[in-house]
C-alpha cells in the first residue's frame, strides 16, 4: 500500500506548473486550433487537455476518509465528476477535501486531499496514515 503525507509548499508549486501547461495548451487550442479546424475540434482537444491536466495531478493524491482514516485513491473520472471544496480546521488552517465513498468502510464521506508518497520519496522508516 502506498504511503500518504501532508502536502508541503513544493508540491504546490508542481502543481501550478502543471496548471500553467494546462493553460498554455488552452491558449494553444484558442489561437491555434480554433482558426485552423474550428470549434467542434477545439472543444475535444480542451476536454481531452481537462482529463490529461486532471489524471497528472490524480497521480500525486490520494484521499483519508474522515470515518475510517484509511487512505484511498480514486480514478480521474471520479476527479473529473466531483468537486472540490475547502474547509477549515479548529487551528484556522485550511484543507481541500472532496464528497466521495470510501472503498474501504463503504460510507461518503469528506474525504481530505492528501499527498501518495511514492517508495523512491520515503526515506527512514515513515509511517502510514490510518
Given at each position: 500500500?502506498?504511503?500518504?503525507v501532508?502536502r508541503?509548499?513544493?508540491?504546490?508549486v508542481r502543481?501550478?506548473?502543471?496548471?500553467?501547461?494546462?493553460?498554455?495548451?488552452?491558449?494553444?487550442?484558442?489561437f491555434?486550433?480554433y482558426?485552423?479546424?474550428?470549434?467542434?475540434l477545439t472543444?475535444?482537444?480542451?476536454?481531452?487537455?481537462?482529463?490529461?491536466?486532471?489524471?497528472l495531478i490524480r497521480?500525486?493524491?490520494g484521499?483519508?476518509?474522515?470515518?475510517?482514516?484509511k487512505?484511498?485513491q480514486?480514478?480521474?473520472?471520479?476527479?473529473?465528476?466531483?468537486?472540490?471544496?475547502?474547509?477549515?480546521n479548529?487551528?484556522?488552517?485550511?484543507?481541500?477535501?472532496?464528497?466521495?465513498?470510501?472503498?474501504?468502510?463503504?460510507?461518503?464521506?469528506?474525504?481530505?486531499?492528501i499527498?501518495?508518497?511514492?517508495?523512491r520519496e520515503?526515506?527512514?522508516g515513515?509511517?502510514?496514515?490510518?
Amino acid at each position: 500500500m502506498a504511503r500518504f503525507v501532508e502536502r508541503s509548499r513544493h508540491d504546490w508549486v508542481r502543481s501550478l506548473w502543471k496548471l500553467a501547461l494546462f493553460v498554455g495548451m488552452l491558449a494553444f487550442c484558442v489561437f491555434v486550433v480554433y482558426p485552423a479546424r474550428g470549434w467542434p475540434l477545439t472543444l475535444l482537444v480542451v476536454v481531452v487537455s481537462i482529463w490529461t491536466y486532471l489524471s497528472l495531478i490524480r497521480r500525486d493524491n490520494g484521499y483519508l476518509c474522515a470515518n475510517c482514516h484509511k487512505p484511498f485513491q480514486v480514478g480521474t473520472a471520479a476527479t473529473f465528476f466531483s468537486t472540490s471544496l475547502v474547509g477549515k480546521n479548529p487551528d484556522g488552517t485550511y484543507y481541500s477535501y472532496k464528497h466521495l465513498t470510501c472503498p474501504h468502510c463503504g460510507r461518503l464521506t469528506k474525504a481530505r486531499l492528501i499527498k501518495r508518497m511514492g517508495a523512491r520519496e520515503a526515506k527512514g522508516g515513515g509511517r502510514m496514515l490510518r
